[in-house]
């Protein structure tokens, strides 16, 4: 993948794309990236008709529904501010595959390849961006210690290149020890319509996700994708394995929420 080209200047104002399972079922993760994006005086725009990106029609090999129900979203983001997504793999749909959706579409396809410009996952904005400094918080005495392990969706490392961010943010947390386990760069398991179409293959990729976590002796699995939260989590509750997961965005709020000041530094 090409290295991007950030802007060298932090924008004041955003737009959140905060996907389907954010929406529907972890929406607290959704309202802590606004969180860690207004502490940095950023103003967030979140437009209401936003549904899906289009990305499990498109996994399935249905390019014309994917189509459809990405072009109900074009129009949203018409001003020319970031688009953030609190997802990888719903960013890469946006920033690799809008574009080749609408290829030939002399309308949409240059709205596809604008907007598709600036988008950004979460962390790679907060990162590359923002420049978020988390080493200069002091440790909260208060706060208990943390053994966390990573994980990465195979489109964040694929199609968006945000391992190391998300790597670089949690390192720099106060009172935060991340562990790297044997499974780390396999996938969960969820893919999507995967699940559905070869669950058992899928049920043992994410035991062996599992397993792998559980036998660092980690407290969570913190991840930026729902999708894979979502299908490790519920594996762990029902192994009975004592693994807790958390969204990135609300695990770096709720760890730095004390601080009132922004944390990026000025460029």
């Known amino acids: 993948m090409p290295e991007r080209t950030y802007p060298k200047a932090a924008p004041s104002h955003v737009y959140l794309f905060a996907t389907c399972l954010v929406d529907l079922f972890v929406p607290a993760a959704g309202m802590d990236a606004v969180r860690l994006l207004e502490r940095e005086h950023l103003t967030v725009h979140y437009p209401r008709g936003q549904s899906c990106c289009g990305q499990p029609a498109y996994s399935s090999g249905n390019p014309d529904e994917a189509r459809r129900v990405a072009a109900a979203q074009l129009d949203l983001f018409a001003e020319s501010w970031p688009v ?14 809008w574009p080749a959706l609408f ?15 600036r988008v950004y996952e979460l962390a790679e904005f907060l990162v590359n961006i923002l420049h978020i400094r988390f080493d200069t918080l002091p440790h ?21 290149g945000t391992r190391g961010h998300g790597v670089a943010l949690v390192d720099a947390l ?5 562990i790297e386990h044997e499974r780390e760069s396999e996938c969960c398991g969820f893919g999507g ?27 969570r699995l913190v991840s930026a994708d729902c999708g894979c939260l ?15 997961v958390e969204h990135l965005a609300t695990f770096l709020w709720r760890r730095t929420a004390d601080a009132t000041a922004p944390l990026g530094t000025p460029q």
């Open 84 to 97: 953030i997504v609190p997802s990888g793999s719903c960013a890469g749909m946006m920033r690799h595959h």
């Open 103 to 117: 290829a030939d579409d002399p309308v949409n396809g240059p709205k596809a390849r604008e907007i598709a410009s």
């Open 174 to 178: 106060p009172g935060v020890t991340r």
């Open 140 to 160: 909260d005495a208060a706060s208990p210690d943390e053994r966390v392990v990573l994980h990465t969706s195979c489109a964040a490392r694929r199609e968006m």
């Open 193 to 219: 319509t995967f699940s559905l179409k070869h669950p058992d293959i899928s049920g043992a990729m994410v035991r062996d996700k599992v397993a792998s976590a559980c036998a660092t002796g980690c407290d």
């Open 230 to 244: 979502l299908n490790i989590g519920h594996a762990a509750a029902k192994q009975g394995a004592p693994l807790h």
